[in-house]
T-cell receptor, first 113, second 113 residues
Framework: EADIYQTPRYLVIGTGKKITLECSQT?????MYWYQQDPGMELHLIHY???????EKGDLSSESTVSRIRTEHFPLTLESARPSHTSQYLC????????????FGPGTRLTVL | LAKTTQPISMDSYEGQEVNITCSHN???????ITWYQQFPSQGPRFIIQ???TKVTNEVASLFIPADRKSSTLSLPRVSLSDTAVYYC??????????????FGGGTRVLVKP
């Protein structure tokens, strides 16, 4: 069973608010990822990290930012939420070597009113 | 990453075998083929990965022909709980560049009673 956690699971918030979506993993994985997925649609990579103090933009442009101060923690922040940010946000992690299977968290469903 | 093409949806019945074929004509020498499963409102889950010929685990089998331009995920004797979206991904799992995965649209499998 993968040990990757996301909080909150659901968040409804008003326009203009600053929000942080939390993601933590206890597997000691170097690589972590954030994906965005609208209902019934594809997953899009928005951020990833090779390790501590390493962050990169993904394939889909996003107004969110991320940080990686600790190996186990990869929070995503939106400085000013807008209705267009309404989506599901999925966090994942993978080990450096081997099969590099990505383990996904349960996701955060964000609704911005 | 090599572009993949898979059917948008497939219907099946309980107890039948489901075969999902993925085309990846531009697969590179170092690319592996990986399949993920995603249930509604959950993150994807790794099912199986292979490079060539046949790979089998407790969940599925993966058939890869010699030219590697396609692959077939086989789910034996499906049950209602196998209703999900199945993603075929192709990429070099050993690349240092963040092991980015492109999920595409996936195949929606509906298992009927």
């Amino acid at each position: 069973e993968a040990d990757i956690y996301q909080t909150p699971r659901y968040l409804v918030i008003g326009t203009g608010k600053k929000i942080t979506l939390e993601c933590s993993q206890t597997m000691g994985h170097d690589k972590m990822y954030w994906y965005q997925q609208d209902p019934g649609m594809e997953l899009h990579l928005i951020h990833y990290s090779y390790g501590v103090n390493s962050t990169e933009k993904g394939d889909l442009s996003s107004e969110s930012t991320v940080s990686r101060i600790r190996t186990e923690h990869f929070p995503l922040t939106l400085e000013s939420a807008r209705p267009s940010h309404t989506s599901q946000y999925l966090c994942a992690s993978s080990d450096r070597g081997g099969l590099n299977e990505q383990f996904f968290g349960p996701g955060t469903r964000l609704t911005v009113l | 990453l090599a572009k993949t093409t898979q059917p948008i949806s497939m219907d099946s019945y309980e107890g039948q075998e489901v075969n999902i074929t993925c085309s990846h004509n531009n697969i590179a020498t170092n690319d592996y083929i990986t399949w993920y499963q995603q249930f509604p409102s959950q993150g994807p889950r790794f099912i199986i990965q292979g490079y060539k010929t046949k790979v089998t685990n407790e969940v599925a089998s993966l058939f890869i022909p010699a030219d590697r331009k396609s692959s077939t995920l086989s789910l034996p004797r499906v049950s209602l709980s196998d209703t999900a979206v199945y993603y075929c991904l192709v990429g070099d799992i050993n690349k240092a560049a963040g092991n980015k995965l492109t999920f595409g649209g996936g195949t929606r499998v509906l298992v009927k009673p």
